[in-house]
């Protein structure tokens, strides 16, 4: 079992950065991709970003240039820096981690970008 913790949205003018940080616990030795979804009101939820345990980076057409995925594989932690902030960013951003046999979801933070 892994669980993970989501912190870091909020609300913040276009333009603007944010941090979302996710913290894993559990069973984190058997990680294999760690990922950034958002899922928006109406909408179904999508891939922002992921990162595999080798350091191999998958991102959205959407975010290229504005955000970045890493991940601290000492402190067990995924983050997700979002630059340059766009309306269409509001959304609900859930961390997930994979292990190959299952997958683990955050609760969620929430990230309201104001025009």
């Known amino acids: 079992q892994v669980q993970l913790v989501e912190s870091g949205g909020g609300l913040v003018q276009a333009g603007g950065s944010l941090r979302l940080s996710c913290a894993a616990s559990?069973?984190?030795?058997?990680?294999?991709?760690l990922g950034w979804y958002r899922q928006a009101p109406g909408k179904q939820r999508e891939l922002v970003a992921s990162i595999t345990s080798g350091g191999t980076i998958t991102d959205a057409d959407s975010v290229k240039g504005r955000f970045t995925i890493s991940r601290d594989n000492a402190k067990n932690t995924l983050y997700l820096q979002m630059n340059d902030l766009k309306p269409e960013d509001t959304a609900v951003y859930y961390c997930r981690a994979s292990t190959g046999a299952n997958a683990y979801w955050g609760q969620g933070t929430q990230v309201t970008v104001s025009s």
């Open positions: 559990g069973s984190t030795v058997s990680i294999k991709t």
